[in-house]
């Protein structure tokens, strides 16, 4: 797991403080097993008003960097610091929310240095808390790479709406193009950067698995975890449909209405 933030606000000393996040649970045919989701920060809120640029507004910084912690850079189209108005960020990221306000450096800083995120990347989520649309910055829709990219960071940043969103997008993309298939260079780094759980890379073996899908050509693109995962979604597979048209999506969005007791937990802990 990357380091996420530089000071006392370490990724494991975080997710100690937040407790394990449950996450959505599916098997490998697309149906619902379980209802564990990760919560939603907007109905963690919801008993407060949703943020506005009414009044005097206080300001935070996020310093983002492409590199891995510690790794020297050169190339400043890798590094920007971003700076936003604290009570978005902390109403939509419960991750923010405990940097800038619990008792770690960056609550006196009001600074977070975030490691291994594109900037781009970090661009889009900016744009989503002020306006919930998921553009670029040239105003199109992100291809399927960035899309990943956006759903993981908002993995990291326990921003579920978003990661429902962003894999929707995906799933559109994916029609759209008419070819059904996934762009195989996504992944390796689905599969590095989530658990076995994880509805993104459920919903993957689920495209995969479809049994009307061409020859795999690019094998290095396939980690052997995901073709063990789709060979045995194939083995369960109980339609006879040769085509995958649609994903039913349901499945693999994450639940936005459970968390209350999650945010009471973390703010006892601090």
Not at 49 to 54: A, E, G, Q, S
Not at 178 to 203: C, K, Q, W
Request: proline share 5%.
């Amino acid at each position: 797991m990357p380091a996420l933030v530089g000071g006392t606000f370490g990724d494991a000393l975080f997710r100690d403080c937040l407790m394990p996040r449950p996450r959505a649970i599916a098997n490998i045919n697309g149906s619902s097993t379980a209802t564990e989701m990760l919560p939603d920060q907007a109905t963690l809120n919801k008993n407060k008003k949703r943020p506005n640029l009414v009044g005097p507004q206080e300001i935070v910084k996020v310093s983002v960097h492409a590199s891995s912690e510690g790794i020297k850079d050169e190339d400043e189209t890798h590094h920007q610091t971003f700076p936003i108005h604290k009570g978005h960020i902390c109403h939509y990221s419960p991750f923010f929310d405990a940097a800038f306000n619990g008792t770690f450096s960056e609550a006196e800083t009001q600074l977070v240095e975030l490691y291994e995120v594109k900037p781009e990347t970090f661009g889009i989520f900016v744009n989503w808390i002020y306006t919930q649309d998921i553009f670029s910055e040239g105003g199109e829709i992100p291809n399927v790479q960035g899309l990943v990219h956006l759903w993981l960071l908002a993995d990291r940043l326990l921003v579920p709406s978003l990661q429902n969103k962003a894999l929707d997008l995906i799933e559109s993309t994916r029609q759209q193009k008419g070819n059904d298939r996934l762009p195989s260079e996504i992944f390796t780094v689905i599969y590095e950067n989530t658990n076995a759980e994880s509805a993104l890379r459920l919903y993957v073996v689920r495209v995969c698995s479809a049994r009307y899908l061409a020859k795999i050509k690019n094998t290095k693109n396939y980690p052997h975890e995901m073709l063990v995962d789709v060979i045995n979604a194939i083995r369960h597979r109980s339609t006879s449909k040769d085509r995958l048209a649609s994903v039913d999506m349901e499945p693999f969005h994450l639940e936005e209405e459970k968390g209350d007791d999650h945010r009471a937990k973390r703010i006892r802990l601090q």
